[in-house]
Structures are given as structure tokens and as C-alpha cells.
């Protein structure tokens, strides 16, 4: 699908435009909340924008490499006021002013300059930044970022600091680390991140060498927590690590003391487990509505596929076979139109309009206690200058 699109930089032009006060992040907003990890691919903007429908208060976008961003230009379609980051041959990144209030971007760095000049490329379409210090992929660890970060805390700490000092303040500045493999080590790396002026820290309780199916540490995390509260540094601490949901997430503070979880993979599967009652037969139930909005949001062909392909949830109505031969449809399909049957009608600006709903007039939903945020309570994302308004957004 080609579409006119306005390209960047146009921030003159925003400011021109009458354009609401934007409520922004802060340490309190990491507090008591339910979040979509990074995820690269998985984590793309459909499934971000499910993710915040049912629930998610925040939302990670998947790790863009500092450089990798850095000469993408920025491009927003006139329609549906999607946002684009173009590199050569892809969209490095994609984004809605929609998910702006409840979205952190995550950058992949070794370099404080580069990552503040990743930082502010993008900083006018998010609400923070977050340093991914635990990728162990290699591609990431060779070149000094991801998870091995976590042995150079001299250079972690640099960009962290770089990033608080370069950024404007309203945009929060947080980290992901994994733990380490002794927990003293671990504290140690705590205290130096959380003295930083990070607003969130968020562990992933399991080590750098083990395997994603191997179960998160999250008992460890504990010790952790009550450390960082006996420094008297008020950071909250993100639990992650095998959270199922919605409900899991009460059981997961409960045992760490964490302020919030994060989850990944049970969102990948079904990005509707931020909802208390998460929906079942995902094939009938999320699948068809998925498409409409990609579809509309003119999200990549293949990334869609590859994201109803993680799809799966509890069954009651569809049967194994009916759900392995939707997924392997989908698989065989070249292109949107040759789904139509299963989608009903490709209604997808309606798709969008009701999520855009939900998200505009969501209220905070505390995880354990009642804490009503002010900030976010408020928050409406802007309207791009060159985009038609939405109205129920205003
Ligand atoms: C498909 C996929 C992609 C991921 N990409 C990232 C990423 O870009 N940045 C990051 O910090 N972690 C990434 N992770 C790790 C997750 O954010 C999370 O830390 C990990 O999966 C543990 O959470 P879980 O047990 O809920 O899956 C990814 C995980 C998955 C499954």
C-alpha cells in the first residue's frame, strides 16, 4: 500500500499547531503497572496497541540499535497518522501518537554519544528511553552492548548518565539488566545504575548464559528490591521473568517486592494477558481484528505474519486442528486480500478508531493497591500536524 506521506522534520510545523499539553512519565508512572517487555519484532506497533486495549500501562519498544536509527528518516503517513523511522530498505521503527504517552523506547548502545543521538532522534514520538543491558545475543555482545554491559558498569553508568543529562527532563531514562550470576555482584551493579538518576530499573531474573525455557530466578529479586529501598533511593524495581498475566503478576510481586512486572513471552502468545480475563480462542477472538489493524496501519506483511504465528491462547470453542490450519493460512498467504474471508469486512480505521478510544480515555488500573496517577489520568497524546484529528482523542 503506497500512501502520500509527510516527511520529517517538521517540528516547526507541530509547534505551530494548536497542540494539547502533554502530561508526562515519571518514577510513579513504573509503579504498580503491568508492562509489554522489548521484544524485537514481537513487540511491533499492532501488538503494542493491543497490549495497551487490554491493559498494558506501559509499553517497550523492541531494541533499535543506536546507529541503526540515526539516519532514518522520519515519515507520517497522512491517513492514519502512523509514524515511521525509514532506513534504506525497512522501517527501523514505527510508532502511533496514540501509544506516545505509555511508550518507552528502547536503544541497544555501547557509546554514550550515540546513544543520546539515537535518544533524540526519536525523543518527540516516546515518553523515555531505556538502555537494554541484557541482550546475549551475539551481535549485541561483540560490539560491548546488551548483556555485556553488565561487566562494564563504568561504561552502563556513562551512557545512563549521558542520556539523563542530554535528554529533556520530561523524558525518563531507565535500564534493563539481567542478574548477575552472585547476588552481591548484583547489588553492587544495582547501586551504581540506581544511583544514575535512572526513573526505573528493571531485572530480568534470569542470567546471562541461561536459556529463555530455563525458569526466572525471580526469588532472587527480593533481596534486591529491599536493597535498593535501603539505600533511601525511591526507583522502583520492574519484576521480570515467566509473568503469565494479568493475575500472575499479583503472585510475581507478591514473592519479589517489585513495584511492577513486565512480560514478555505470554504476551507475545496473546497480547490480551494484561486483562484480568484474558481472551480465550485467540484465533476467532484476536486474530481477525489483528489483521483489520495491521492492515489499516499498513504494518509490514511479514512482520504480521510472523507475529500471529507466536500467537496462542486457551481454547474453548476452536479445536487444535481449526487453530493449526488458520496459522498455517495465514503462513501460505502473500499478501492481506487473500484473508479477507476470515476477517468478515476490512474495517480496520474502525478497528483503530476503538482501540484509539480505549487507549484515550483509559484510567490507571493499580495492580494491588489503589494509587491514582494524576499524570497519565490526563494524558492525551498530540495530533500530528498534517493529520486529520481524531476527535474522541481531543
Ligand atoms: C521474541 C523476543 C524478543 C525479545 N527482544 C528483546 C529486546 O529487544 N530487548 C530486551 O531487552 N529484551 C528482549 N527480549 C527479552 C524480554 O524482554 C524478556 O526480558 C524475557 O523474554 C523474559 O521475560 P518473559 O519470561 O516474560 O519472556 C525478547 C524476548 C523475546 C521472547
Redesign the pocket.
Known amino acids: 500500500m503506497t500512501r502520500t506521506a509527510s516527511s520529517s522534520p517538521p517540528p516547526d510545523n507541530e509547534r505551530a499547531t494548536k497542540r494539547p499539553k502533554l502530561e508526562h512519565l515519571t518514577p510513579d508512572s513504573f509503579k504498580n503497572g503491568v508492562f509489554l517487555?522489548?521484544?524485537?519484532?514481537?513487540?511491533a506497533l499492532p501488538t503494542r496497541l493491543m497490549a495497551l486495549k487490554h491493559g498494558a500501562s506501559l509499553v517497550?519498544?523492541?531494541?533499535v540499535v543506536d546507529k541503526a536509527i540515526l539516519h532514518a528518516e522520519r515519515v507520517v503517513d497522512p491517513v492514519t497518522g502512523v509514524i515511521s523511522y525509514n532506513g534504506k530498505t525497512r522501517a527501523i521503527f514505527t510508532t502511533h501518537p496514540i501509544e506516545k504517552p505509555y511508550l518507552i523506547y528502547?536503544i541497544?548502545s555501547a557509546s554514550p554519544q550515540l546513544a543520546v543521538q539515537a535518544a533524540k532522534t526519536v525523543v518527540q514520538d516516546v515518553s523515555g528511553v531505556?538502555l537494554?543491558?541484557?541482550?546475549p545475543k551475539p551481535f549485541s555482545t561483540h560490539a560491548g552492548m546488551?548483556a555485556a554491559l553488565l561487566t562494564n558498569p563504568d561504561l552502563l553508568c556513562d551512557i545512563l548518565t549521558s542520556l539523563r543529562r542530554e535528554l529533556p527532563p520530561h523524558i525518563t531514562v531507565s535500564a534493563?539488566i539481567?542478574l548477575l550470576p552472585s547476588q552481591e555482584d548484583t547489588k553492587r551493579l544495582v547501586e551504581r545504575i540506581v544511583r544514575t538518576g535512572v526513573s526505573a530499573l528493571?531485572v530480568?531474573?534470569?542470567t546471562r548464559n541461561m536459556r529463555?525455557r530455563e525458569a526466572?530466578l525471580i526469588e532472587r529479586l527480593r533481596e534486591i528490591v529491599e536493597f535498593v529501598e535501603g539505600l533511601g533511593i525511591d526507583i522502583p524495581v520492574v519484576a521480570?521473568?515467566?509473568?503469565?498475566g494479568w493475575e500472575d503478576a499479583k503472585r510475581v510481586k507478591q514473592i519479589t517486592g517489585a513495584s511492577s512486572v513486565?512480560?514478555?513471552?505470554?504476551?507475545?502468545a496473546n497480547p490480551s494477558c494484561f486483562a484480568p480475563t484474558p481472551l480465550q480462542d485467540v484465533e476467532t477472538t484476536m486474530i481477525p481484528s489483528y489483521l483489520r489493524l495491521c492492515k489499516y496501519i499498513d504494518n509490514h506483511w511479514a512482520l504480521t505474519k510472523f507475529c500471529i504465528s507466536?500467537f496462542r491462547s486457551t481454547r474453548r470453542e476452536v479445536t487444535k486442528e481449526q487453530a493449526n490450519d488458520l496459522k498455517a493460512r495465514i503462513i501460505k498467504a502473500k499478501g492481506f486480500d487473500e484473508l479477507t474471508d476470515l476477517v468478515g469486512s476490512w474495517s480496520g480505521e474502525a478497528e483503530f478508531t476503538k482501540i484509539a478510544d480505549i487507549i484515550g480515555s483509559r484510567r490507571p488500573r493499580p495492580l494491588l493497591t489503589v494509587r491514582i496517577r494524576n499524570h497519565l489520568r490526563h494524558a492525551r497524546p498530540w495530533v500530528p500536524a498534517g493529520v486529520r484529528e481524531y476527535p474522541n482523542l481531543q
Open positions: 517487555a522489548p521484544m524485537v519484532r514481537s513487540g517497550w519498544g523492541p531494541e528502547q541497544g531505556d537494554n543491558c541484557g541482550c546488551g534493563k539481567r528493571t530480568h531474573c534470569r529463555p526466572a521480570n521473568g515467566d509473568c503469565q513486565m512480560i514478555a513471552t505470554a504476551a507475545e507466536q
